[in-house]
């Protein structure tokens, strides 16, 4: 009787533990997806905090960060109304990339970030081709942009 009642213990404690591990696991990965989620990393060392980077290229666009030294050419141009277009070329390894990611994600939205802002989502309907594409910003959003690309504003 009394090894009987042991066994019962020892089986309690057992689902007991592995219903633990099992709800930490669980607890874990949900976090992970969380922290994924908000645009944050693993956690570095062994903090338990979700790690958010901040972005500080000039433009993104979707994962593609663009800095001033991956411009080969800028122009603003405006347009009656509030708007502005930036035409950009880029350079090729940008550009390829660009082309690379939009074809893979045609169906999709591509956001557009200025200076960490999102300016914008379009949906890809295409690959964007080549090395030269336009953004129709609102203007302070298209001279923020020169800007901080290195382009004279007028």
Same mark, same amino acid.
Request: net charge negative; with cysteine; aromatic share 6%.
């Given at each position: 009787? $009394?090894?009987?009642?042991? $066994?019962q /213990?020892?089986v $309690?404690?057992v689902?007991?533990? $592995?219903s ?11 976090y992970?997806?969380?922290? *994924?989620?908000?645009?944050?990393g ?11 980077? @901040?972005? !500080?290229a000039?433009?993104?666009l %979707? ?9 080969v050419? /800028? ?9 502005a277009?930036?035409? *950009?070329?880029?350079r090729p390894?940008?550009?390829s990339?660009? !082309?690379a990611? !939009?074809?893979?994600?045609v %169906?999709?939205? *591509?956001? /557009?970030?200025v ?7 379009v ?5 964007? @081709? ?5 953004l129709?910003?609102?203007?302070p959003?298209?001279e923020?942009?020169?800007?901080? *690309? ?5």
């Open positions: 009787m $009394a090894v009987k009642k042991a $066994a /213990i020892g $309690a404690v689902s007991l533990v $592995a633990f591990w099992a709800g930490s696991a669980f607890q874990k990965s949900e992970a997806d969380r922290c *994924l989620d908000l645009g944050g693993r956690n570095p060392g062994q903090h338990p905090i979700c790690v958010i980077e @901040k972005h !500080t000039a433009l993104r %979707g994962p593609i960060e663009v800095a001033k030294k991956d411009i050419e /800028i122009e603003v141009r405006y347009e009656p109304g509030e708007q277009l930036v035409h *950009l070329k880029l390894e940008i550009a990339a660009l !082309t990611f !939009t074809a893979a994600s %169906g999709q939205n *591509l956001d /557009i970030w200076d960490g802002e999102l300016v914008n989502s949906n890809i309907a295409e690959a964007v @081709k080549g090395d030269q594409f336009i129709a910003l609102a203007k959003q298209a923020k942009l020169a800007r901080l *690309l290195g382009a004279n504003v007028e």
